[in-house]
């Protein structure tokens, strides 16, 4: 899609504004390296299907469609065909290990959130059910992206388990409009992604802002009605997730029971799936004969912060280690 000079103009200044008068915690101050990194135009980009660009109509971030199924592509990279349950499980996991790594090596502060960081909690990986990963920066950070790196292409280059390497491209794409930092007409809530191009698969990036100084002190919104103290976020706390440096809130118990329930940090079964605690896993009903004992039967559940660990990796049981 295609805007103005006048609208990118404002938009730029809105940026700059944003960055002048939010208040900081972190400022990136690594630039992109050029050895895997170059910067596109919006015009480069054609829709994979090979349909007409998407006319202007208010929204900035689309998808194919409503819904699992075709809600969580962005449509520019959308092939016309959605991955199978393993490819998704892939895809996000190359994903969000590429988007933490990319963003830790240039010092650009960066937590995960929402549903991904419910994941962590559990066991340090993506939920096999979700089909988006969500993150968070605050709004200074928000702002310096679309100064420095808006429209960044992103090689990433790892060796298999198998020896083979596997090779993958991502975009990062800033929403004009996410200098603005009130909901308005809820069409913009997403503020950035981070794009898997073969795919269209991505990372919701939202920025926290404290659009109330005057009034409600200390309190960070994103545009979708979520909403923290600056002792929930800060200082954030160093992890793992899915076997890479991550940080996650202060307070991620806090904001996990008062996003989801407390329910949803016990419950086993969720979205077709069972929780298997000699797996420490996340199992389809149809493969959990897989990974029961030699009864035959499940082992009890015993909650994933109980559980003994020798050397904790990643989730709860790192932050256990390290309080």
Known sequence: MKFSSHFLAASNLLLLLLLLTSSTFAIPTAQPNAGNLKRIADSDIKPRDGSEPLKWDGKYFHEPGGGNELGHYDIRYFTGNPVTYEERGQ????????????F????IETWIAHGTLLGWWWNGKIMPWDWDLDTQVSGSTLAWLGANMNMTLHNYTVSAADGTEVFREYLLDVNPFSAVRVRGDGQNVIDARWIDVQSGLFVDITGLSETDPSAR???WSCKNYHRYRTRDIYPLRETEFEGVPALVPYSFDRILTEEYSARALTKTKHEGHIWVPEQREWIKQEYLAQHTNSRGRSTPHIPRGLQAEDKPRAGLGNLLRVL
């Not at 895809?91 to 990319?102: E, F, I, K, M, Q």
């Not at 830790?104 to 010092?107: A, E, L, P, V």
Request: aromatic share 10%.
């Open 91 to 102: 895809t996000l996991y190359h994903l969000v290990r590429s988007y933490l790594t990319v």
């Open 104 to 107: 830790r090596d240039r010092n």
């Open 217 to 219: 002190p200390g309190i």
